[in-house]
């Protein structure tokens, strides 16, 4: 490392991490990409270096993927809670049979009963 100052080195492992020192907008965020690779099962993987993200209030804010993922998980999960309540209407609880659980129940109840009529 002799020669080398510190500020020649990445301290990341993926040079699309980096965060730029000089204030960049949110355009030019926008089309920076972290991973540009194809994978192991041949699928191409890009994943971009910044989110842009459009708040109900109208601000626009671009996360980073890293250092702002707890911001971009919150993002999603307002989007998901968001969805679900314009799925569903209000004061709608979905209820599913589940018919192999049903059949299950009363194969069991049946063998019991029979049991217990055999004992008794």
Known sequence: MVGYAV????????PGDIIAKEPQTIEEK?????????????DHIK???????????GETKALHHV????QIS??????RLEEESLTQP???IKHELNLAGLIFI???CLMSA??????F
Not at 30 to 37: G, L, S, T
Not at 74 to 79: A, F, G, L, N, W
């Open 7 to 14: 500020r020649d080195f990445h301290l990341t492992v993926n």
């Open 106 to 108: 009363l194969a069991f």
């Open 47 to 57: 994943v971009p270096t910044y989110f842009i993200v459009n708040y109900p209030n």
């Open 30 to 42: 926008a089309k920076q990409i972290a991973v540009d690779v194809p994978d192991i099962t041949g």
């Open 67 to 70: 250092r702002d993922a707890k």
């Open 74 to 79: 919150d993002v999603i999960r307002m989007m």
């Open 114 to 119: 029979t049991i217990l009529i055999g004992i």
């Open 90 to 92: 209000a004061g709608h």
